[in-house]
C-alpha cells in the first residue's frame, strides 16, 4: 500500500496560480512514477502530467499549455503540480496517483496505469 494524501486545492481566480501536493507513504516513493489527473462531475478522469522516478523526465497533457509545472521530492515522499495561469475550465477535482516502475511508456496517461490514488483535491477557478 501506498497511502497519497493530495493538498493545496481551493478556489483562486482566472490567472492566478496553486500549487498542489501529494504525500505519500512507504520505502519504495523513488521508484514510483507519479501522475496528476482531474475530473469533473459526469466525465472520465482525465490524465494531466506524470514524473518518471528519475525525476527529469515529465510529460503533460496539451491542454497544460507551459502553464502546470510537475516535480517531485524523494526526499520527503512528495510530488508536486505547479499550476499557473488558471482557467475557469481547469476547475476539477484533482488526484495524485502512484504505479511502481515499470519502464517508460506511454501508458502513464492512462488511469488504469497506476496502482494508487489519493483522495483528491478541489481547485476551483472563478472567472
Known amino acids: 500500500q501506498v497511502p497519497l494524501v493530495e493538498s493545496g486545492g481551493g478556489l483562486v481566480q482566472a490567472g492566478g496560480s496553486l500549487r498542489l501536493s501529494c504525500a505519500a507513504s512507504g520505502r519504495s516513493f523513488s521508484t514510483y512514477v507519479m501522475g496528476w489527473f482531474r475530473q469533473v462531475p459526469g466525465k472520465e478522469r482525465e490524465f494531466v502530467a506524470v514524473?518518471?522516478?528519475?525525476?527529469?523526465?515529465?510529460y503533460y497533457a496539451d491542454f497544460v499549455e507551459g502553464r502546470f509545472a510537475i516535480s517531485r521530492d524523494n526526499s520527503k515522499k512528495s510530488a508536486y503540480l505547479q499550476m499557473n495561469n488558471l482557467k475557469a475550465e481547469d476547475t476539477a477535482v484533482y488526484y495524485c496517483a502512484a504505479a511502481p516502475s515499470a519502464g517508460y511508456t506511454n501508458n502513464v496517461v492512462k488511469t488504469g496505469y497506476y496502482t494508487y490514488w489519493g483522495q483528491g483535491t478541489q481547485v476551483t477557478v472563478s472567472s
Open positions: 514524473i518518471f522516478w528519475d525525476g527529469s523526465t515529465t
